[in-house]
């Protein structure tokens, strides 16, 4: 298929050092299981998902696993509040629960399957000032955690701090490296993560362990305790997607204070501007941008779509008087892509 007009991503790498913002792209290309079209879908065709627990997905008019487990988490506290004797909110909310880890469980992959890819994916990394992951996956956690073991003059860091409670009022102090670590890379998400926990009354946590290959079975652990349900914002429409940002202290910072403050320079991999992310792109129009790099999956049926929907979302987005360079570069020129 014809690229012309497509940069290839060392020829314009060195003006984009600031910031890098990653979609399900960019999990895909690092494994093919992350190629489906939403957890809820994947749940119903493994028939996780069926009867009343279905309808309660349909009665939010959301396919957001968090938001439903937490109305029914709250109808199940309210009910011993007000001593109702009922088993089925405590039913559906389990079902919920364990069809959301089974999904899961079924799509990603472990640490072993993924350990390959990593060093190069990391190494792309470490050239930013900040990362943005739209994934709810443990890809870029396990890579930052492999950055960190492997080379110690650039330090990963996702501002969570001492007993692992996210540092809302000071994130830009952690931009300050931390001997021997000669720069800082601050990694966020958007979106939330799997690895980011909320009790019943919103007290949000991340789930860690010292080991990679531990870590999913220690999320499912924390998940089956019920002491904690996800935050991450698996799908929904724009609305959906504000109001579930606005749920968590995390997520609200990262949206009201991060993207609007993460440099000049945005490269963008494997995100393709849909319109139920118009939310980011607004986000982003907060800031300072001046260019705009983003990736172009050639082998992709819509991809001159893909640029189509860039450049109308930078026009209407951003003040023409401050409106960044837009260019695209071909997916497949990064380092960490399949056969670089």
Same mark, same amino acid.
């Given at each position: ?129 900040? /990362? ?62 799997? /690895? ?36 991450? !914002? ?19 910072? /990262?949206?009201?204070? /991060? ?8 490269? !963008? ?24 790099? !983003?990736?172009?999956?050639?082998? =992709? ?12 979302? !930078? ?15 071909? =997916?497949a020129s990064v380092p960490f892509a399949e056969g670089q």
């Amino acid at each position: 298929m014809p690229t012309t007009g497509l940069k290839h991503w060392s020829d314009i790498k060195a003006s984009f050092n600031h910031c890098l913002l990653l979609g399900n792209g960019a999990s895909i290309e690092m494994d093919g299981r992350f190629d489906y079209k939403n957890l809820l879908d994947k749940a119903k065709t493994e028939r996780l998902i069926t009867g009343r627990v279905k309808t309660a997905f349909d009665h939010f008019h959301t396919t957001d696993f968090e938001y439903v487990l937490k109305m029914l988490w709250h109808a199940e506290s309210l009910n011993k509040v007000l001593r109702v004797k009922e088993t089925k909110t405590r039913t559906a909310y389990r079902k919920v629960r364990d069809a959301l880890v089974e999904t899961i469980r079924l799509i990603h992959p472990e640490y072993c399957d993924i350990e390959p890819r990593l060093g190069p994916f990391s190494k792309f990394l470490k050239r930013f000032d900040t /990362v943005l992951s739209l994934n709810y996956d443990l890809i870029l956690y396990w890579a930052r955690m492999l950055a960190n073991e492997q080379d110690t003059s650039v330090s990963f860091k996702d501002c969570f701090g001492s007993g692992g409670h996210f540092r809302s009022d000071d994130w830009r102090r952690a931009r300050k490296p931390i001997h021997p670590a000669k720069r800082s890379t601050l990694v966020f998400y958007p979106h939330g993560n799997i /690895v980011i926990a909320s009790d019943i009354d919103g007290n949000e946590k991340k789930i860690a362990v010292n080991t990679s290959d531990n870590l999913l079975c220690q999320i499912q652990h924390e998940w089956e305790t019920e002491g904690y349900v996800p935050v991450f !914002v698996s799908e929904g429409h724009i609305e959906q997607k504000r109001s579930a940002i606005y749920r968590s202290n995390y997520l609200a910072t /990262v949206y009201d204070d /991060v993207l609007a403050d993460v440099g000049v320079s945005l490269a !963008v991999y494997g995100w393709s501007f849909r319109d139920e992310d118009d939310h980011i792109v607004e986000a982003l129009s907060r800031g300072r941008l001046k260019r705009i790099a !983003v990736s172009i999956h050639t082998n =992709s049926q819509d991809w001159r779509t893909t640029q189509k929907r860039a450049r109308a979302k !930078v026009k209407e987005y951003f003040p023409a008087r401050r409106r960044p360079d837009l260019i695209f570069f071909d =997916s497949a020129s990064v380092p960490f892509a399949e056969g670089q």
